[in-house]
Every structure is written in C-alpha cells, then in structure tokens.
C-alpha cells in the first residue's frame, strides 16, 4: 500500500501569524545559515531573564524555553529518571502501554515534544509498517534523537525535526495518534497546541500525555513546588551552573493549569476524555483521549 506522504495542510485563507515557537526557530535557524554554527543562548543570559515575564508572555516564553531545552539536552534522561526517583519511567510505561493498546503495525503516530526519543521508539515498536515522526523546538535535542535512531530505529520507520506543536506540519486528520510527553506545559499557549493536535487527528485517533499540573491542593501545591523549585536549582547549578535551567519546572508549573483544567480543554476540542491517571495528587497526570 501506497504511503502517503507528510505534508502541510492545504489552507485557502490569509495565513495567520507565526507563532511564537515559529519565529524562534526561523530565528535560531538563519542564525546558524550566516555563522556555520548555532549561537544558542548561554546558559549564563538565560539567568538574567526575567522568568516569571517570560512566562506570563507568550510572545516572550519560547526565547526562554528553547535555548534551556538545548543547554540541558545531553543530560535530560539522565535529569528526569533521577529527579522523579524513577517514577517517570514507570509514568511513560503506562503512557506506551495505553498507546500499544490503541495503534496498529501501520499507523501514523505524531510524538510531540518529543525530547530525545523515548515515547517515539516506542510507539516505532508498534507501528513497524507504519510511520512515528518526532517534533521538537530544540534543535539540540532532535540532533540526539536522531543519532538514537540510527541505533534503535533501524527499519527507518522514525524520524525527527525541529518544529513547532503550535502549527504542526500535517494535514487535517492524517494521524492516527499522538502523544506528548512534559511538553503542553512548555508552549506558549497550550490551548492553540490542543487545538492543532485535534486538527491533525483522524476521528477516532488517540492522544496521550504525560505532564506536571498545578496542584489544586494550596498546601500540596505549596510542598510540591518547594521541593522542585530546591531541587532543580540545586541540580541546575551542579549540572550546568546554572540553576535556572532546571529551576525552571516550578515555576512553570505554577503558570500552567491543573489536571482537570486540561481535562476541560481537550473536551472543548472534540477529544474525548477516555482516561486520567492522577500521580503525586495531582501533580501529574496522564490523559488518555480519543479525537470524536
């Protein structure tokens, strides 16, 4: 059978704006064009940003998380199993189950945010016949995930490219399912990235997450970010000498939403709410959906 090729949608109205993911990409990209490298942000500019402004701006947001995502690339499996004490292995394996579940050998599975690779190579396992195309804003950690692929994706099923989940690449209800692992929290505007995901799925295509939410809980939400704000400034400093870089996840859990605010919004974009999986008391969540 034939495959169809990935393309982007077909549109024949005035195109809106770029977003902001777009512009910093096209930004970082004719950067490395003029000067044969990439003059990523140093890790010392990104601790004289004002993060909470940062954060609050959409327009502003995407200059402060890309450059981090790349200063922390080569350690970033490395952060997330020690920092969560390997829960977050154990969080993404019930994610890969509920996907192995819901695709077949020859499904288009779109991985979002998709770091270095993880939630990618899975689903790969399972649409051998099929196609898993991984999108992130870094370009540091697409440059790591393809050098895994040409270890554990041999078949060419896999591949990845820096890009923006805001205004995806592929047409309207051309994937089968789409996961996103830590990564809604991190675009400037979630509601336009859930939206994008519904567009692009076909009806009855699956989404599935995996994120930190804002605690409802004012006592828990106060202990959770505490200890994140504590550890991941220690550990930014250790790693990188920069605390910020991973100072960074409580604060921006604290401008995200909580668990059944996301909940809320994936039903408002005609994806069905199938499942949610609370952990640390809400302090993440797994969402499973289904596009109606």
């Known amino acids: 059978m034939t495959e169809k090729r990935w393309a982007g949608r077909v549109n024949y109205s ?49 200059r402060f998380v890309t450059p981090m995502f790349d200063t922390i690339a080569p350690r970033y499996d490395r952060f997330t199993r020690v920092f969560s004490f390997g829960m977050d292995r154990r969080w993404k394996a019930e994610l890969i189950d509920w996907i192995h579940a819901a695709i077949g050998p020859e499904s288009r599975v779109l991985d979002l945010a998709c770091g270095t690779g993880d939630l990618a190579f899975a689903a790969a396992e399972r649409a051998v016949h099929g196609s898993v195309r991984g999108i992130d804003a870094s370009p540091r950690m697409i440059e790591l995930a393809r050098g895994r692929a040409t270890r554990e994706a041999p078949n060419g099923n896999v591949r990845f490219q820096v890009g923006d989940m805001s205004s995806l690449d592929a047409d309207t209800a051309s994937v089968d399912a789409v996961t996103a692992g830590y990564g809604l929290r991190n675009v400037p505007q979630y509601e336009v990235a859930v939206r994008e995901i519904a567009r692009v799925l076909k009806p009855g295509g699956v989404l599935a997450t995996l994120d930190f939410y804002r605690p409802e809980s004012a006592l828990w939400r106060s202990v959770l970010l505490a200890y994140l704000r504590a550890a991941g400034n220690w550990v930014g400093w250790l790693w990188h000498r920069e605390p910020v870089v991973y100072g960074y996840i409580a604060p921006s859990i ?39």
């Open 14 to 62: 005035v195109e809106p704006p770029a977003s902001a993911i777009a512009l910093e990409i096209n930004a970082r990209r004719r950067t490395i064009r003029n000067n044969g490298h990439d003059d990523q942000l140093p890790s010392a500019a990104l601790g004289e940003l004002d993060l909470e402004a940062h954060l609050a701006d959409p327009a502003l947001k995407q």
């Open 254 to 292: 604290a401008h995200f939403v909580s668990w059944q605010r996301f909940a809320e919004t994936l039903q408002h974009n005609g994806l069905r709410v199938e499942s949610v999986r609370r952990k640390l008391l809400g302090g993440v969540a797994l969402h499973f959906a289904r596009r109606v």
